[in-house]
């Protein structure tokens, strides 16, 4: 391996994420080629850690724009700070500052509210600059990002243009709720994250939740290598299996059984429908896997897992 | 490309040979991603097969249903079945459009994609198991009757147009405060804040993406609705009209011919195949890499007019409903057989469409094209 994508990926791995070389080559590939890095992948599959991570091992900051229907050039590059406008023209009311002056001055950097775009490109050090979902925004928002993206500059119109003078790293994340225009696509490298394997959720869990123990955990990622196999509304990624784990060390327990499952399926499940499914048509299904599971012999793999969902899981 | 090649003489006709590749297979890779990918390669351990895989993904693929396409050119490019010698790394030859930017032409790109799809099966006359049905609605007009129902399907298509407009002004009216220019205004009134200055939203318009089926067993309702997509487009501008059987073939400049009835020639000009046998699969699949990027939004409207008769793979079709549902705002499917008593959307081609369509109507008679304006008002899922 490249030894600038071994040393990402420990870089990330000292982070706390858990990062196969995949996704370390993408990071790489971002940072060398400076392009921005479009992430897709299921909800809580860690898109947005991804952004977090980077920016700690560049050992730079994040700047984060969310994105939601309706955001507008305005809320994501700057705005006037109308307040302070107001009221320097209200105490200058008097003064005898000519009309051509108190305009410009009203109109210049420090009445400037800089939203995360602008905070971005005038940043000191080139910054991360974590765009989250970035579906949600409509398109004549995405063409706007575009422009953004190939030029890195901006103008205002009161104060001129105003260049980066450190080309931001970019990530942008997409739960796919609407596809992104294939302009943006081609701007970006891509990086599709899916579902951890059980090896990379188990090596998860004992990362991120210290104290437990090594049977639990085990059962904890064969547990979820089933579960993502059962119709749900709302499959639950790698944040509802830390919490879940969380949860159950919080109630002394040190291994699954129905009791324990039950007593917990709230913080794996948000949905009630898929809490309830869960409960009366797979909970049998879930928990033999994981009792034939640890019958097989050591150490398991996804191939283990594999193995018994074929003999446990219903057919679709 | 020059100072990035330089260093790796064969590795860079190599890999501009598995980017045209990839571009015959859909994938959305012309020069500038040849050059990242060239850029990739050098920044990582060529002799790393997993990470040369991982580089060129990365840079070369855009999507999620980019990835599978992607391993399988991959693995044939790098790894062929065959002997080394004849199949894999080919001598290269330089992009075709690397300096010019102009694409290949429509009809190579389209033969290019069906001879990729076509998986050795004849092309069929037309199927029309259904031909009596269809003495009952539209094809029951004499040829003096047609001309007037022709006037009367222009009229309702006006009306479905300006109703749609004046909606989308009606929803759009809420307006929004211009801070900016408000206190610039107050400005000169000392900071006394008069007049709002307000900013509009741009009115959006819904998009129309007609795909029309030409072929046999649709043959008479199509030219009839052909006429309904003409001055729907006449009075819309924003229709993009498409007519399939066996290919694809799109048809929006010819439809905006100021006489209909040139229009018409002008369309049986350039659709080879009217009235020959159906693939709507494989038409769908080329319209959605030939035209997808550019004709496809969350804003688009989609209406396939089609009966569902499909003599190619039920499994392609299918694939690209799933794919035609989640990049456009709305699918709508017309289908002139609804309107029979007793029809039941039961052949194979029509089962696998019609999880992925979001309205499901029919388009037999005057009646039913006037309805088409409610579900063309609602844009959004």
Known sequence: ?316 | MNVVSRPFGDLTAHVVAFCRRLRARGLAVGPKEAVDALRALSSVDVSDRRECYLALRTVLTSRKDDLALFDLVFEDFWNPPQEAGDHGPQTPQPLENAGDGQAPPPALMEWLDEALQAQGEEPMPAYSPIETLTQKDFSAFTAEELNEVTRLVIAIARRVATRLSRRTRATQRSRRIDLRRTIRHSLRRGGEIIDLAYRRRKIQKTRVVLLADVSGSMDLYSRFLIQFIYALQHALGQVETLVFSTSLTRITEAMSEDDLRQALDEVAKQVPDWSGGTKIGASLRVFLNRYGGAMLTPRTVVIVISDGWDTGDIEVLERAMVELQRRAGRVIWLNPLLGSPGYEPICQGMRAALPYVDIFASAHNLESLRQLERHLAARQK
């Open chain 1, 1 to 316: 391996m490249h030894p600038e994508i071994t040393r990402i990926q420990s870089m990330l791995d000292a982070q706390g994420y858990v990062a196969d070389q995949t996704l370390a080559t993408s990071v790489y590939l971002a940072i060398q080629l400076r392009k921005p890095l479009l992430i897709e992948g299921a909800a809580g599959v860690g898109k947005t850690e991804v952004a977090k991570v980077m920016a700690r091992a560049l050992d730079t900051d994040l700047i984060r724009l969310q994105c939601y229907e309706g955001l507008d050039a305005t809320t994501s590059l700057y705005e006037w700070n109308y307040q302070r406008q107001l009221l320097h023209i209200r105490l200058q009311e008097h003064s005898d500052i000519p009309l051509e002056v108190r305009e410009r001055e009203i109109f210049s950097e420090p009445f400037l509210l800089k939203r995360p775009l602008l905070a971005a490109i005038t940043h000191h050090k080139a910054p991360v600059l974590l765009i989250d979902e970035t579906d949600r925004a409509d398109e004549e928002w995405e063409a706007f990002l575009l422009e953004v993206l190939s030029d890195w500059q901006v103008t205002i119109p009161e104060i001129g243009t105003i260049t980066a003078q450190h080309v931001p790293y970019v990530v942008l994340t997409s739960n796919r709720t609407r596809e992104l225009g294939d302009a943006l696509r081609r701007r970006c490298l891509y990086l599709w994250i899916d579902y951890p394997v059980f090896e990379k959720e188990l090596a998860i869990v004992r990362r991120k939740v210290p104290g437990i123990n090594g049977e639990l955990a085990q059962q904890i990622a064969a547990f979820m290598q089933f579960v993502r196999r059962a119709k749900l509304d709302k499959t639950p990624g790698i944040a509802e299996t830390l919490d879940w784990s969380a949860a159950l060390i919080a109630l002394h327990r040190d291994h699954l059984d129905q009791e324990a499952v039950e007593q917990t399926l709230g913080v794996l499940f948000k949905q009630r429908e898929d809490a309830e499914r869960i409960r009366t048509q797979w909970l049998d299904h879930l928990l033999r896997g994981v009792e034939e599971t640890s019958r097989e012999p050591r150490p398991w793999s996804q191939q283990t897992i594999d193995r018994v969902a074929e003999r446990v899981m219903p057919r679709r």
